[in-house]
T-cell receptor, first 115, second 110 residues
Framework: GAVVSQHPSWVICKSGTSVKIECRSL??????MFWYRQFPKQSLMLMAT?????????EQGVEKDKFLINHASLTLSTLTVTSAHPEDSSFYIC???????????FGPGTRLLVL | TQLLEQSPQFLSIQEGENLTVYCNSS?????LQWYRQEPGEGPVLLVT?????EVKKLKRLTFQFGDARKDSSLHITAAQPGDTGLYLC??????????FGQGTRLTINP
């Protein structure tokens, strides 16, 4: 089956630093990847849609200058949380859609803790 | 943004009982998916329903998509402790953008 990986699985950083999270589709090409955020005891909220070779599309209320997304290849998208603050602490999950676009496969998530 | 209301949000029952989780919206979705998520992990797809009135079965789990494609249900028969987890429904708003329900945290007591 299709596998999506995320790295790192967890990260602790100081306030004001930037953190990069990688999302990889391991055995298929993903023209579209999605980034979600999940706060404790809450559901997933879509942050942005990442298309290979083009700019990401951000959902309303998500700061594009704070959450930088790069989708440089068909198997890799990165999310960089710039100048992270404690309120950015969350569980970040990516998903990748295969070429048919019928199914999204989710990564295992990255837990970010900003001190 | 279309909204999905999931109920109940919490459910704790005894092993062997049956249960139903509901996912409702005032909007029509092109498809609806059910996921299960374990703590600290990403959601895992259980099923996708596409056609109004569609019923799909996955062992003891039965999924139904409403005729108008606005609602869905998940029925578990003879629940087992291994069914414990967070169940999420998600509707496709178009262009593969998913909107998730709040989730149902299910606990099956031995």
């Amino acid at each position: 089956g299709a596998v999506v990986s995320q790295h790192p699985s967890w990260v602790i950083c100081k306030s004001g630093t930037s953190v990069k999270i990688e999302c990889r589709s391991l055995d298929f090409q993903a023209t579209t990847m999605f980034w979600y955020r999940q706060f404790p005891k809450q559901s997933l909220m879509l942050m942005a849609t990442s298309n290979e070779g083009s700019k990401a599309t951000y959902e309303q209320g998500v700061e594009k200058d704070k959450f930088l997304i790069n989708h440089a290849s068909l198997t890799l998208s990165t999310l960089t949380v710039t100048s992270a603050h404690p309120e950015d602490s969350s569980f970040y999950i990516c998903s990748a859609a295969d070429r048919a676009g019928e199914t999204q496969y989710f990564g295992p998530g990255t837990r970010l803790l900003v001190l | 943004t279309q909204l999905l209301e999931q109920s109940p949000q919490f459910l704790s029952i005894q092993e062997g009982e049956n249960l139903t989780v509901y996912c409702n919206s005032s909007s029509v979705f092109s498809s609806l998916q059910w996921y299960r998520q374990e703590p600290g992990e990403g959601p895992v797809l259980l099923v996708t329903v596409v056609t109004g009135g569609e019923v799909k079965k996955l062992k003891r789990l039965t999924f139904q998509f409403g005729d108008a494609r606005k609602d869905s249900s998940l029925h578990i028969t003879a629940a087992q402790p291994g069914d414990t987890g967070l169940y999420l429904c998600a509707g496709d708003q178009g262009a593969q953008k998913l909107v998730f329900g709040q989730g149902t945290r299910l606990t099956i007591n031995p």
